[in-house]
């Protein structure tokens, strides 16, 4: 997602595109959810996931995770326990170390 735009007037829905040289309209998500319509447009039909088989994480952040799993319920345990770490990843950002492209107010 490259651009999000909000409309007052259309407050069920988001206006967004995934290039900045798009020079289309924006695509419409509708995310009011109403019974009986099945014409909204979904998130997956247009995004692509960033890191589809998953994204490793620093060691310190997995084993402070699941230092957390008596606090998780034990249905969701399965997701925490397949976290992947990465000893070599040190987090600069709030779990983000690749490139920014914005400017950091320090």
Excluded: C
């Excluded at 798009?22 to 039909?45: A, C, L, M, P, V």
């Excluded at 606090?71 to 600069?92: M, Q, R, V, W």
């Amino acid at each position: 997602m490259k651009e999000i735009k909000l409309l007052k007037e259309k407050k069920y829905s988001i206006f967004m595109k995934t290039d900045y040289n798009d020079n289309n309209d924006y695509k419409e998500i509708i995310i009011n959810k109403k019974k009986g319509r099945h014409d909204q447009t979904n998130f997956s039909n247009f995004l692509k996931p960033l890191w589809p088989n998953g994204k490793p994480v620093a060691e310190a952040k997995i084993n402070d995770i699941k230092s957390y799993l008596h606090l998780i319920p034990a249905s969701d345990h399965h997701f925490y326990t397949n976290l992947t770490g990465n000893p070599s990843i040190e987090e600069d950002i709030d779990g983000f170390n690749g490139e920014l492209d914005f400017e950091l107010d320090v």
